[in-house]
């Protein structure tokens, strides 16, 4: 019921709302999403679209200081990986890829991978996000492998996100529409868009390492990952 100025109730009326999704809904599009929020046993995605994600190797902690619902995955530098088998509705040439990650160290002797599903050792077959050796302003990147595998197949474009530091943050994101990249820090657009071949890739998904090994693996944290089959705008991403 309704009362008016005078403490009178009026008649009740029953009705309904409906809020309809904006055009910033980050539900459009979401094929899998990782809170990596577990105390113990497997990663959920959950969209649930890919069920369960399994853990392996040495090195990974959960249940760490995150930077969203306060928890995170911590990777040491090892053998570690939360793997996600190939599924159909990963194998994607449109896609938009978010994540939370925190370094341990920015000067490392080798390349380190954040995430991929592909092989970043090789340089073949699929897309890779890395912390590049040497540290520097341009230490992050996301390649994408075509079929030929290294230099030759391989696009790289760099986040040219100034110099990082360890303990701190980070929000990436990457959008590939299918003939070009487009790499986010923060919110923010780091580079012009990179051209890139158009790539459908059935490796496995994996956070923490490279797919098909565990030579590549990652110092830090992680948290919140999701994947779209669409294109995020500049507004979603901030």
Avoid at 155 to 176: D, E
Avoid at 193 to 217: C, D, E, K, R
Wanted: aromatic residues 8%.
């Amino acid at each position: 019921y309704v009362t008016d100025n005078l403490g009178q109730n009026s008649s009740t009326t029953n009705f309904t709302i409906t809020v309809a999704a904006g055009p910033n809904n980050l539900t459009t599009g979401l094929v899998s999403y990782w809170k990596l929020d577990e105390t113990s046993g497997a990663a959920a995605d959950a969209v649930d679209a890919n069920g369960s994600t399994t853990i392996s190797g040495t090195g990974i902690t959960q249940h760490v200081s995150g930077k969203i619902n306060t928890t995170a995955y911590s990777f040491a530098g090892g053998t570690g990986q939360v793997v996600t088998t190939n599924n159909s509705n990963l194998q994607l040439t449109t896609m938009s890829v978010s994540c939370w990650v925190n370094f341990s160290t920015v000067t490392q002797v080798g390349d380190e991978v954040i995430m991929a599903k592909g092989d970043a050792f090789n340089e073949v077959n699929g897309w890779a996000l890395i912390l590049q050796a040497g540290g520097g302003t341009q230490s992050l990147k996301f390649q994408v492998y075509d079929a030929s595998g290294g230099s030759g197949g391989r696009t790289s474009a760099y986040f040219n996100q100034g110099t990082l530091s360890t303990n701190t943050w980070y929000h990436l994101v990457i959008t590939f529409n299918g003939t070009s990249i487009v790499t986010y820090i923060n919110g923010s657009q780091t580079t012009t868009p990179q051209t890139a071949t158009p790539i459908v890739t059935v490796q496995n998904f994996v956070m923490g390492n490279n797919s098909n090994s565990t030579n590549l693996g990652f110092a830090g944290s992680i948290d919140e990952v999701g994947i779209w089959h669409i294109v995020l705008t500049q507004s979603q991403v901030t």
